[in-house]
C-alpha cells in the first residue's frame, strides 16, 4: 500500500483593531461575535472530532481584544443589545435596526422565523423614522436578542439548554432572556483560550500566531519590496526607516502569545502571508521555526529545485537567514474552494469533492512524504455555509478519518517529522492574494495613508527625541502604540478599489483616530490634516453652519426658543465617521455661533447624561491650540484655561443644558479667521468623547455684514 500523503490545515483568526484606546469602546462588534460562533464553535469540534488535527493561527491584537471584553468593555453593538428596550430613544432604535441584520441573510437570519419576519418588515437595509414606526417595543427587544442568539455557534446550543429554550421559543423574549444570553456570550468569550491550551496540550491543535496588529512586515521593512511584483508602482514618501517597527511588531507578537499560551510559537501565518527575504530574516531572528505563504510565492523565488520539479505540497528551507526556518505553501485552489466556493454544494458533494481533488494530488506526485497545506481565513466563510458549517466539517473530519490515502497533521508536526530536504535561496517579495501587495500599496488612497502615518511617525519621533520635552514613559509608550495600531493591514485593505464595504469610512475614521490618539497621549492637539479622510467618498458636514449672530444670555437654561435659533447644529447620528459612538453618545446634540465678541457653545446631554464629576472641554485648534475646561458637577459660572478648573476665562452655566462663552480675544481671533475646535468630555481625567469625530467645527470669524448676508424670510 502506498504511504500515505499529509494534510496539514492552518486556520487563521483575526479581525481588525476594533478598540479607542482612550475611551476604551470597541467600535464593532466582530471580536465578540466571531468569538462565540467561530474561535469557539471551530474549537470544539476539533475537538470532538477522532484522529483530526489540525493549525490555528491567532493573531495578538484579537486576542488583546477579548481581553477587552473579559475586563468588561463593551462594543456598541453589545451595549445597545443590553439596554432595555423601553429605554432606547430614536437614534438608538434606529441604529438597531440599520445594523442588526448585518449579517447572511439566507443562512443566519431565515433559520429563525421572527428574525425573517422583522427583517422583511424592515425593508430597506437604511431604514428611516417611517420604518421605525413600523417596529414597537417588542419587536424591538425580540431584534436584540436574535441578532446576538443568530451568531452563537450550533455546539453550544448542545451545551447550553437555554439557547436551545431561547430558539425553541421564538419570540416575546424578556430582558432577563436577553441579560443571560449576552453573559453567556462573555462566558464562551473566556473559555476561548484555555480551550485552545487543552488542545495544544493533548496534540490536537498547534497554535501558532501573526505579527501583533497584523502589519504587511515587508512593506514596513522596505517600501521598495512592492517593486518586485509590480514594477513601476507609486511609492510613498519615507522620511525614515520602519524597520524597527516590524521588529517590534514580530517580538511583541511571540512573548504575547508565550504569555498567553505557555509556550512559544514554533510558526507565524505572516499577515496576509505577505513575505520577502528579509521578512524571513526577521521571522527567524525572532525564533520562528516556520511560515507559511501561499504557492504562488513559490513560484516566482529564486531555488535550485527546477520549476518543473516545484510544487507546494513540500517544506522548503529558506537559505540566507538565522537559524533554520521552514517555509510551506498553501494551495491555492483547495485553499480557495473551502473559502468561496463549497458553501454552494450540499454538504455530502463538497466533501466528496474535497477528498477526491485530495486524492488526485496523491496520484500525481508519487513522492512521500508529501502534505498538502490548506491555509484560509478560519472565521469568515462559515457565516455563509448552513448551520455555521457544523454539518459540512463534521463529515469532513469523519470521512478524513475514514480516508486511508490522507492523515491530518499540524504544520509544526508535519516538519519534525520530515525536516524540509529542498531549499528556496531567496523568498519572492508578495502576498497570498495575486503574489504581490497590490492591495496595500500603489493606489492615491493607499500612499495617502502611507503619508499621514510617516508624518506623524516622524514627528513623534522628532518630539521623543528632544530632551527639553518630557512627556513621560506611558506618554510615550501609549502613542507608540497607536502608531503600531495604525500599520495594520485591516486599515488599507479598504482603501483603493479593490474592495469596499458599507463600513469604508468607518474604517477610515479608524484609522485616523489611531493617529490622532498619537498627540492625545502626548497632551498636544493633533495636525490638522488627519481631519481630512484618506476615502474618497463626498459627503456633506454633520453639522450646519450659523446663521446669524447670536444673542445668548448664558445661565445653562433654554431661555427661549429664538436664542439659538439660528446657530450651528450637530447632531451625532448625522455624522458618518461617528455612526456607532453616536448611538451610545451621551452627548445628543451640540450648537454653536458668534456673538460680536464671543464664540457661543451649548452642549445637550442625553439621557445616560454625564457622569459625575464629569468635566467638559473646549479644544481649539485654530487660531490657537487652547483648551477650556467646566467642571459639570461644581456648576461653576465660568469656563477655565486649566485642568484643574482654577484659571477663570470665560462665562459658562450648566442646569438643564451647558452654555458656554469663550472670547474671541482669548482664542487672538479677528474677523475672517478660522476657528476649529472640539467638544470633549473627560471622566476621571480620561477622554470619552469627543465630537465631532471625523473632524473639527471648522468656523470663520463673521463681520458686520454677517446678519444681512444670510438674512431670509
Not at 462588534?29 to 474561535?39: A, C, E, F, T
Not at 501558532?208 to 511584483?229: G, W
Not at 447624561?609 to 477650556?628: D, H, I, N, Q, S
Request: proline letters at 6%; one cysteine or more.
Amino acid at each position: 500500500m502506498t504511504e500515505p500523503i499529509h494534510l496539514a490545515f492552518v486556520w487563521h483568526q483575526h479581525q481588525p483593531y476594533y478598540e479607542d484606546t482612550l475611551t476604551g469602546t470597541l467600535a464593532m462588534p466582530w471580536v465578540r461575535l466571531h468569538g462565540v460562533k467561530d474561535y469557539y464553535g471551530l474549537a470544539r469540534l476539533l475537538e470532538r472530532a477522532e484522529g483530526m488535527r489540525a493549525t490555528v493561527n491567532f493573531v495578538p491584537s484579537l486576542l488583546l481584544q477579548i481581553e477587552s471584553y473579559l475586563k468588561g468593555q463593551k462594543d456598541v453593538w453589545q451595549a445597545l443589545s443590553a439596554m432595555p428596550a423601553a429605554e432606547l430613544n430614536e437614534e438608538q432604535r434606529l441604529f438597531v435596526l440599520t445594523n442588526f441584520f448585518m449579517i447572511n441573510p439566507d443562512t443566519m437570519i431565515r433559520p429563525y422565523p421572527r428574525y425573517f419576519e422583522l427583517y422583511a418588515r424592515r425593508g430597506s437595509d437604511r431604514p428611516d423614522k417611517r420604518a421605525l414606526a413600523r417596529f414597537d417595543e417588542e419587536d424591538i427587544r425580540d431584534l436584540q436578542v436574535l441578532a446576538n442568539l443568530a451568531w452563537m455557534h450550533p455546539v453550544s446550543f448542545e451545551e447550553e439548554p437555554f439557547l436551545a429554550h431561547l430558539a425553541e421559543k421564538g419570540r416575546d423574549y424578556g430582558e432577563e432572556e436577553k441579560r443571560r444570553l449576552l453573559d453567556l456570550q462573555v462566558e464562551i468569550l473566556r473559555r476561548i483560550v484555555p480551550l485552545h491550551r487543552e488542545l495544544e496540550a493533548a496534540g490536537k491543535v498547534e497554535l501558532s500566531v501573526s505579527p501583533f496588529y497584523h502589519p504587511i512586515v515587508p512593506l514596513l521593512l522596505d517600501e521598495r519590496s512592492v517593486l518586485e511584483a509590480m514594477p513601476g508602482t507609486p511609492l510613498p514618501r519615507r522620511t525614515e526607516s520602519m524597520e524597527p517597527d516590524a521588529a517590534h511588531q514580530v517580538k511583541a507578537a511571540v512573548d504575547f502569545h508565550t504569555r498567553t499560551f505557555g509556550k512559544p510559537p514554533a510558526g507565524m501565518w505572516p499577515s496576509e502571508g505577505s513575505v520577502s527575504q528579509r521578512a524571513a530574516e526577521l521571522f527567524a531572528s525572532a525564533g520562528i521555526r516556520w511560515i507559511a505563504t501561499d504557492q504562488e510565492i513559490l513560484a516566482r523565488s529564486a531555488s535550485d529545485v527546477p520549476p518543473a520539479e516545484r510544487h507546494p505540497y513540500r517544506p522548503y528551507r529558506v537559505r540566507g537567514v538565522e537559524g533554520d526556518l521552514a517555509v510551506v505553501f498553501r494551495d491555492h485552489g483547495l485553499s480557495d474552494l473551502l473559502s468561496f466556493q463549497y458553501q454552494y454544494y450540499r454538504e455530502e458533494d463538497a466533501v466528496e469533492d474535497f477528498l477526491g481533488r485530495l486524492r488526485g494530488i496523491a496520484e500525481r506526485h508519487r513522492e512521500r512524504p508529501l502534505c498538502v497545506f490548506v491555509i484560509m481565513d478560519g472565521e469568515n466563510a462559515w457565516e455563509h455555509y448552513r448551520r455555521t458549517a457544523e454539518p459540512f466539517l463534521t463529515r469532513l473530519f469523519e470521512r478524513l478519518a475514514e480516508a486511508d490515502f490522507v492523515r491530518p497533521t499540524t504544520v509544526g508536526a508535519f516538519l519534525e517529522e520530515h525536516p524540509p530536504e529542498r531549499g528556496v535561496d531567496r523568498l519572492a517579495a508578495g502576498s497570498w492574494i495575486n503574489g504581490n501587495f497590490a492591495i496595500w500599496a500603489g493606489h492615491p488612497e493607499d500612499l495617502k495613508a502611507w503619508e499621514y502615518l510617516d508624518a506623524v511617525r516622524t514627528d513623534l519621533l522628532r518630539k521623543t527625541r528632544n530632551e527639553r520635552m518630557n512627556y513621560g514613559a506611558e506618554a510615550i509608550r501609549a502613542a507608540w502604540e497607536e502608531i503600531y495600531i495604525a500599520e495594520g493591514s485591516d486599515y488599507f485593505w479598504w482603501y483603493g478599489e479593490d474592495h469596499t464595504s458599507s463600513q469604508d469610512m468607518e474604517f477610515d475614521a479608524l484609522f485616523r483616530l489611531h493617529l490622532k490618539n498619537v498627540y492625545r497621549h502626548l497632551g498636544e492637539s493633533y495636525p490638522n490634516f488627519l481631519d481630512e479622510p484618506v476615502k474618497r467618498k463626498a459627503g456633506r458636514k454633520p453639522y450646519s453652519e450659523p446663521a446669524s449672530f447670536l444673542e445668548v444670555q448664558v445661565d445653562g437654561r433654554v431661555t427661549s426658543f429664538f436664542e439659538w435659533r439660528f446657530a450651528g447644529r450637530y447632531d451625532p447620528s448625522a455624522d458618518f465617521g461617528a455612526m456607532a459612538r453616536a448611538a451610545l453618545s451621551r452627548i445628543s446634540n451640540v450648537m454653536f455661533g458668534f456673538g460680536r465678541e464671543e464664540l457661543f457653545v451649548r452642549v445637550d446631554f442625553g439621557k445616560q447624561g454625564a457622569a459625575e464629576g464629569a468635566t467638559l472641554a473646549l479644544e481649539f485648534r485654530k487660531p490657537v491650540m487652547r483648551r477650556f475646561y467646566y467642571p459639570l458637577g461644581r456648576r461653576a459660572d465660568t469656563l477655565f484655561a486649566d485642568p484643574e478648573c482654577t484659571k477663570p476665562a470665560g462665562r459658562a452655566a450648566y442646569e438643564r443644558v451647558f452654555e458656554g462663552a469663550v472670547p474671541l480675544e482669548a482664542l487672538g481671533a479677528a474677523q475672517g479667521d478660522e476657528v476649529e475646535f472640539h467638544v470633549l468630555l473627560l471622566e476621571e481625567g480620561r477622554t470619552v468623547e469627543i465630537l465631532p469625530r471625523g473632524g473639527a467645527f471648522a468656523l470663520k470669524v463673521p463681520g458686520e455684514e454677517f446678519d444681512a448676508l444670510n438674512w431670509s424670510v
